[in-house]
């Protein structure tokens, strides 16, 4: 249970008052949100039905949106959860669509209350108390969310809401970003007022949201901080309540590049719809972004940047076809290391010690774990100017202060190329810094002698060089429209 790796689990409790039915026979529709994500759907529904607790007046009704799923999310669902009501969207519409439709259908048969739910996010036992106390005093007009703590690091925040458009570079602000929750912290039900919530987790009336209108088609990501701007215009208060705990993947899980693009896209149209007086300096900040990422060899990702910036320009919303280059750290927890080896044609797995210090020491801890499942297969690998040692990962390095990882004794030189040569080179952080990029650089002038596969999770890898990237974005932004441009890639 992710209450268990909470030492004061206790105090995750109820309010001391239980809340009281706005009306009667309020009903309450969740909506969970699904694309190719069986296993933590799964999970996911299992702690909503038989986790959560569900106040005396209400009743809930779970409805998943299932974005045309191949991995037999819909029947799994079914079979395990008939009480489940299970629709198909009949194609992927995305986050921002889903929800989308799960509340056009709330609307249409008549519930009280919606609460938005992503598929992998998981929600503490008295959530819904929470929610559901808080916007009692606020008469039901009002937008509830909670804490969003790390799945990977249960005790580290993610958020409590967040503001947006407040600082230089115009975007959005995580004050808790990274901190440690502590009990105080959970045991804490005010009700704070905050610019956004997330719609992992966030409960509000049907009603509302029939005044406010459907959320925007962004496909992914800004379509809960452009709702909840338009709510706070309205004059509806948008509160987070710290002791409504959830717990949800974090940003690091997911692959960076055709996310950074919708981020890039629909930050802009956020702006544009209710901060136009600064949207030039918007824009003139995601492009010297994309400068910095060129700059840093990091094309994937300034592709990302130059063409959600030509998209929004040219009045682009919904799903658009963006290359997904890198991979998904929660593929590796869900299916494991070997998935990823067999995609590459490879054995062996060498991690960038230097990228890993960078991380987080949760995160840290979860790819040795990750590794420890090859055994005899898995390496740190370290890079100098003049060539590279593995080190053998077989008992899991111990981390000393600031993070730094003790290496364990490198493999005799022979070994080693030998080694390379049917090897997988992984880099996990986006540290740029001299010397990472030093590090990179003699990571692939030297392993590339031995055919080691370079793949760097925080761009993806491209073989593209500058003259091409921005020749490519030019002539289409130019010339070609929007629905047109996967064929220069």
């Not at 299992?46 to 779970?62: A, C, E, H, S």
């Amino acid at each position: 249970m992710l209450e268990a790796d909470l030492a004061d689990s206790a105090d995750l409790r109820s309010p001391d008052v239980p809340a009281k039915a706005i009306g009667a026979a309020q009903r309450i529709l969740c909506i969970v949100a699904n694309y190719n994500r069986k296993e933590v759907l799964l999970r996911c529904l299992d702690r909503i039905l038989n986790r959560v607790v569900v106040p005396p007046g209400y009743q809930l009704k779970v409805l998943v949106v299932d974005n045309a799923s191949a991995d037999g999310s819909r029947a799994a669902v079914t079979m395990r959860f008939p009480a489940v009501t299970v629709v198909d969207t009949g194609s992927n519409i995305g986050g921002s669509g889903a929800f989308r439709f799960g509340l056009r259908l709330a609307i249409e048969h008549g519930y009280d209350l919606v609460w938005l739910h992503d598929n992998d996010a998981f929600s503490s036992r008295h959530v819904l108390r929470h929610y559901l106390s808080t916007l009692q005093r606020f008469d039901g007009k009002a937008l509830v969310g909670g804490s969003m703590h790390q799945f990977e690091a249960p005790r580290c925040l993610n958020e409590a809401g967040g503001f947006f458009g407040r600082n230089r570079s115009i975007g959005i602000e995580l004050p808790l970003l990274g901190r440690r929750s502590t009990p105080a912290f959970r045991r804490d039900d005010r009700a704070i007022e905050v610019d956004f919530l997330a719609f992992a987790n966030m409960l509000t009336s049907v009603e509302l949201v029939r005044h406010l209108g459907l959320p925007e088609d962004f496909f992914l990501h800004y379509d809960d901080v452009e709702f909840c701007l338009r709510a706070r215009a309205a004059g509806y208060p948008v509160l987070a309540v710290p002791a409504a705990v959830f717990w949800h993947h974090s940003g690091c899980a997911k692959p960076r590049t055709w996310i950074h693009y919708y981020d890039t896209r629909n930050s802009l149209w956020t702006v544009a719809l209710w901060l136009p007086e600064k949207l030039r300096r918007r824009r003139l900040i995601w492009l010297l972004s994309a400068a910095r990422h060129i700059a840093s060899g990091r094309l994937a990702l300034a592709r990302a940047s130059l063409d959600g910036l030509r998209d929004q320009a040219r009045g682009v919303m919904g799903r658009i076809e963006v290359p997904n280059e890198g991979f998904a750290l929660h593929d590796l927890a869900e299916g494991g290391i070997e998935p990823l080896l067999a995609a590459y044609g490879c054995r062996h797995l060498a991690v960038d010690h230097l990228s890993l210090e960078t991380l987080p020491r949760s995160y840290q801890a979860w790819w040795l774990k990750c590794m420890e499942t090859l055994s005899d297969r898995a390496f740190l690998c370290h890079a100098a100017a003049g060539g590279f040692t593995l080190h053998p990962t077989t008992a899991s390095p111990a981390t000393e202060g600031a993070g730094r990882i003790h290496l364990a004794p490198p493999l005799e030189a022979a070994e080693a190329r030998r080694i390379a040569g049917d090897a997988l080179l992984v880099r996990l952080s986006e540290h740029t810094g001299p010397r990472a990029r030093f590090a990179l650089r003699a990571f692939r002038r030297v392993l590339s002698l031995y055919g080691t596969h370079v793949v760097d999770h925080s761009v993806g890898t491209s073989g593209r060089d500058l003259g091409r990237l921005l020749a490519r974005w030019l002539v289409s932004w130019v010339y070609l429209g929007p629905g047109r441009r996967g064929a220069l890639r």
